[in-house]
């Protein structure tokens, strides 16, 4: 725990649980129409998909440095597993219809958000670095 940062852990949690419960609330019909007024401002469902996924995926990586699998770190295959479960199980709810197209934005968003973020911490590590050498 000691590679944890608390703060982007918490946001993720929070976060997680946001958006898992924008989803729980579309599929039982409560507060549906806001939801779907939220996907029409933003441009459609699957740029909702892309941001909210991005979103995670970024402060997945902020969370820990440590990686896993591919260059991933736990936090981002948790995430994904998530995602995958909720976007998996709407094809059971008949209110809701499955839709590759929303998962993959899932998987893409998550990935890149992830990717992103390191990326933006790698040249900061690297600015800092050469800034120090400097002095």
Request: charged share 10%; net charge neutral.
């Amino acid at each position: 725990m000691d590679n944890v940062s608390k703060m982007p852990l918490v946001i993720l949690v929070v976060s997680v649980f946001a958006f898992g419960s924008a989803s729980v609330l579309k599929s039982s019909n409560i507060l549906a129409e806001e939801i779907r007024s939220i996907e029409v401002a933003m441009g459609g469902s699957i740029y909702l998909h892309l941001c909210a996924s991005f979103f995670l995926g970024g402060l997945c990586r902020l969370v820990t440095q440590k990686n896993l699998w591919l260059a991933l770190p736990p936090t981002t295959l948790v995430v994904l597993t998530l995602i995958m479960l909720d976007e998996g199980m709407q094809q059971l709810i008949p209110s809701r219809h499955f839709s590759w197209l929303d998962m993959l934005a899932n998987i893409i968003g998550v990935l890149s958000g992830t990717y992103f973020v390191h990326t933006i911490l790698k040249a900061w590590a690297s600015g800092q670095s050469h800034e120090s050498a400097h002095f």
